[in-house]
C-alpha cells in the first residue's frame, strides 16, 4: 500500500450516485494568477452555488489522474477512475449556510483537509492518532464555548496541530509570516500551496441540490482538459467562463509566484528525472532544480532551460490560446473589469448562468496573495514586462483578449 492508498483509505470518503442528476455545472476557464480564485470566492457566497473549498487537483492526484499517471502534462482527455473522483468531489461540495456552524460536519472536513494538505506527516500512524485528539480538543472547546468566528477557529485549530511546528503555518494561504525563511520541503505533495481552510458557513451537498444547483469549479489546468465535465457529469448543461487578465499583470504574479519559498508548489520533477535550469529561478532559489510550478503545459518540456519570464510568459499565452483555440463557447470575463465594477460583472455572470441576482457581495477577501495587493505592481519588472510586450504573439493575443497595449490602461 502506497501513501496515496493510505490516504484514501484514513478520508474514508463514501460513494456517491450524485452525478447523473446534475443539471448545472459552471467552470470558470483562465490561466494562472488571473483572478480565478477571488471571483470562485465571491460566486460561492451565491445560494444556488455549490462549490470546493479548493480546486480539483488533489483529487485527481488521489485518482490516479494527470502528470505521471496517465498524461506527461496537465492535458488529458480521459479520466481514470471517474467513480472515485466523483465520490471525492461530492464529498468536499457546499454551499452557504446560516445560523450556527455544523461543528462534527466541520471537524470531518478539517480531517480531510489535513490530510490531502500533509500526506506524509499524517499517513504516519501515530501522527494521524494525535491529530484526531487534538481536533477533538479543538471543536469539544468550540462546542463549549460556542466559538462562530471563522478566522478564530482556524487559528485555535492550527496553532493546536502545529504547536510544534509553527513553519507548518507558512503554507496557509493569508498566514505566512513576514518572517518565513525556508521553502516547502514536504516529502509528497497532494494539494498545492498556499493552502486553503475550510470554510466556516457551509452546509454538506445534498441528494437535491443535484437537480437544483449550479456546481461551480475552477481549476486554472481545466484549460487543458476541456471535456472531462462532460464526462462526468453526462446529463447537465456546462457553461464557461473565460476569466481573462492582461499579460503584464499576470507574467508579474507568476514570477512572484514562482520566487516564493513557500507557495505554488506543484510538480516535483525529480522523480520524473528532470533537472530544471531556469534562469532567474534555478539559480536563484534553493528548490528551483527541482519544483515546477503552476499549470504544466503540454509543451513544458521545450521551456526547461528558458528564463523565468519566457516560462511564465508562455503559461499565460498557453492557457488563452487553448481555450480560443478550442471553440468552446464561453462567456468572456474581464478581471480588470471585475474588480472596477464587481456588481456590474457578476450580475452579468449570474444571468449567464440562469440564476437570481446576488442579494449583495460578500466583503472581497485577499486570496493567493505573495504580497499586499496594490495597483500596477506589474511596475517592478517595467522593463522587461513591457520588451515581452514587444512580441507580436503578445501582442496578438492582447488583442483577441480585448486589451489594449497601452501600459496606462493595465491595472
Known sequence: MDIIDTINELRQVAHSDFAAQVKHVAVILTAPRSGSSLLKSVLSAHPEI????????????????????????????????????????????????????????LRSRWEKRLLLQFPSLFSNVDAYSKLLLDLDAVFDQAQEQQIQGEAMLQDLILSRIFKSETWRLDYYDGKKSPA????????????????????????????????????????????????????????????????????AQS???????????????????????????????SNHVDFGKRWWKFDLPPNWREYINASLEDVCLNQWLSAHQTILASRVETLPVSFEEFLSKPAVVIK????????????????????MATEAPKIR???????????????????????????????????
Not at 507557495?263 to 528532470?274: C, K, T
Not at 503578445?394 to 501600459?407: I, W
Request: overall charge negative; proline content about 7%; aromatic content about 12%.
Open 377 to 411: 505592481r506589474w511596475q517592478k519588472r517595467e522593463d522587461s514586462l513591457l520588451r515581452l510586450g514587444g512580441r507580436s504573439e503578445v501582442k496578438n493575443m492582447m488583442g483577441d483578449l480585448a486589451y489594449q497595449m497601452s501600459p496606462d490602461t493595465w491595472l
Open 50 to 105: 455549490a462549490s470546493l473549498d479548493g480546486e480539483m487537483e488533489p483529487f485527481l492526484a488521489l485518482t490516479r489522474n494527470g502528470f505521471g499517471r496517465n498524461s506527461d502534462s496537465d492535458a488529458f482527455s480521459h479520466l481514470d477512475n471517474r467513480d472515485a473522483l466523483l465520490d471525492n468531489i461530492f464529498d468536499d461540495m457546499t454551499l452557504p449556510a446560516d445560523g450556527y456552524p455544523e461543528y462534527n460536519f
Open 180 to 247: 518565513a525563511n525556508h521553502c516547502f520541503n514536504e516529502a509528497m505533495k497532494l494539494e498545492e500551496p498556499p493552502f486553503v481552510l475550510p470554510r466556516h458557513y457551509r452546509r454538506r451537498f445534498r441528494a437535491g441540490d443535484a437537480r437544483e444547483k449550479t456546481l461551480l469549479f475552477k481549476t486554472p489546468p481545466d484549460v487543458y482538459r476541456l471535456g472531462i465535465y462532460e464526462q462526468l457529469f453526462p446529463n447537465a448543461q456546462i457553461k464557461y467562463l473565460h476569466l481573462t487578465r492582461g499579460y
Open 251 to 281: 507574467v508579474n504574479g507568476l514570477m512572484d509566484g514562482w520566487l516564493s519559498p513557500v507557495a505554488f508548489f506543484s510538480r516535483d520533477l525529480e522523480p520524473a528525472g528532470v533537472n530544471l535550469a531556469i534562469k532567474g529561478y
Open 348 to 367: 452579468k455572470i449570474t444571468s449567464y448562468l440562469g440564476l437570481r441576482e446576488m442579494p449583495g457581495l460578500p466583503a472581497f477577501p485577499v486570496t
